[in-house]
């Protein structure tokens, strides 16, 4: 189960990266510095509380909308991402 829960995270974190390069080329090295310091600010959290890591995962994907919003990249471009954060 753990395992499993650290496959998901490094998985959405490879996601937000790939998101990342969508943005506009000025704005892409800030928001990639971004996921990373969230991913490492966060990697205290115990990988067996399930519900911890879920809302953090639930978090990444409403970051990530809000982020592609703002720049108008199409939402579509995040069904990856949905589709590993609500697995």
């Known amino acids: 189960m753990v395992y499993r829960e650290m496959q998901k995270v490094l998985r959405a974190y490879g996601e937000v990266l790939r998101l990342v390069r969508r943005l506009p080329e000025d704005s892409r090295p800030y928001y990639a510095k971004y996921a990373r310091e969230n991913f490492v600010n966060y990697r205290e959290v115990d990988p067996g ?3 911890a890591v879920e809302e953090l995962l639930a978090r990444t994907y409403k970051h990530s909308l809000w982020i592609l919003n703002k ?9 990856k991402l949905k589709e590993i954060c609500s697995a």
């Open 71 to 79: 720049y108008s990249v199409d939402e579509s471009a995040a069904g």
């Open 49 to 51: 509380d399930s519900a």
